[in-house]
């Protein structure tokens, strides 16, 4: 399933001059110093979404691992990113993608739909000549 919806969205215009999920995830990590969390939304029109279907993962950045908590809630992406050590997630992954088949991944939309409302800061990053913008419900501390 996850090789069809890659293979089907790299033929739409544009997509292949998008940065990758991953480039703007370890910008942002990077540029916030490797916070201990952080949360934000990435609208799908600005991104590759390489880690679609998967919805718990490890990444490392930096020699620094980050477990990610990862949902697309239309029209975003929401990243919950949280430095510890690696774990296997395979079956908090299969947990989470089995609960969004389930319920028809209605709570996802609902959640994409009124994060539009609760957004209280953006940050701008420009990657690989593109604009990308972050979208916080918290505002990120310095």
């Known amino acids: 399933m996850r090789k069809v919806w890659l293979s089907m969205r790299a033929v739409w215009p544009g997509y292949q001059k998008r940065p990758l999920a991953s480039d703007v995830l370890r910008v942002h990590l990077i540029t916030r110093q490797h916070p201990a969390v952080t949360s934000f ?10 880690h679609f279907g998967q919805s718990c993962f490890n990444f490392e950045v930096d020699k620094i691992n980050y477990r990610i908590m990862r949902t697309g809630c239309f029209p ?13 997630n395979h079956l908090t992954d299969k947990f989470f993608t089995i609960l969004k088949i389930l319920n028809l991944g ?17 940050t701008t990053y420009y990657i690989n000549g593109s604009k990308v913008i972050l979208y916080f419900l918290l505002p990120e501390e310095d």
């Open 106 to 122: 209605i709570p996802c939309l609902l959640y994409g739909v009124i994060a539009w409302f609760l957004v209280q800061s953006v």
């Open 41 to 50: 939304f990435i609208p799908y029109r600005c991104i590759q979404d390489e």
């Open 76 to 88: 975003f992406v929401k990243y919950y990113c949280n430095r510890e050590a690696p774990i296997d």
